[in-house]
């Protein structure tokens, strides 16, 4: 039988505003497997919202969620961070990584929490993981040196934000 890497069944999502409930997404069902999938929509339209339910960052207000058969709808906020943690990567679109730290220190964050690569491996993973993408000389530089957040794309960039 063929494993369902994403099944998305009756999802919607309605947030709280002023004016009553906004509804976002309304019932979706997706099912993916094997397949690398690009959504695409206009400003709003709701991709930030249903990658935060697939990913667990938000839950939605009717429907189920499964990643690989786990139930993301039925995990509470602690079960989702080590699900999220552990299999989960997602580059925001704000990016959200710490200016404080440096490039290497941001990637070696989230395996510290996870716990799931040794703690004398983290740093050369991250290296690592940086000279595949070509930019291992960065490692040492805080980000907010290294401005990441200039590279960013979309509705953010055109504000000049
Ligand atoms: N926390 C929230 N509270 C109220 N409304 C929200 C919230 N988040 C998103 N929305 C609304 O839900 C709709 C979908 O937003 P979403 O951010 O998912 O769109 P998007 O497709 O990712 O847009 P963009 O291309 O600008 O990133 C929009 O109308 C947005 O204003
Ligand atoms: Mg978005």
């Known amino acids: 039988m063929e494993t369902k890497l994403i099944e998305l069944r009756g999802v919607s999502k309605a947030y709280d505003v002023a004016a009553g409930k906004f509804l976002a997404l309304k019932d979706v069902d997706i099912i993916g497997a094997g397949e690398f999938v690009a959504v695409v929509g206009k400003s709003g339209s709701g991709k930030s919202t249903l990658i935060n339910m697939i990913t667990g960052i938000d839950s939605p207000t009717s429907g189920e969620i499964f990643v690989a058969t786990t139930p993301v709808h039925n995990l509470d906020q602690e079960q989702l961070a080590v699900w999220r943690g552990r299999n989960v990567g997602v580059v925001f679109q704000f990016f ?59 509705d953010g960039a055109r504000a000049g934000e």
Do not use: H, W
Not at 101 to 130: Q, Y
């Open 96 to 154: 959200q990584l710490l200016p404080t730290l440096t490039v290497s220190e941001n990637i070696i964050l989230p395996m510290d929490f996870c716990g799931v690569i040794p703690a004398r491996e983290r740093k050369e993973r991250a290296f690592a993981l940086l000279e595949k993408v070509g930019i291992v000389e960065q490692a040492d530089k805080l980000l907010r040196i290294y401005r990441v957040d200039s590279l960013a794309g979309g």
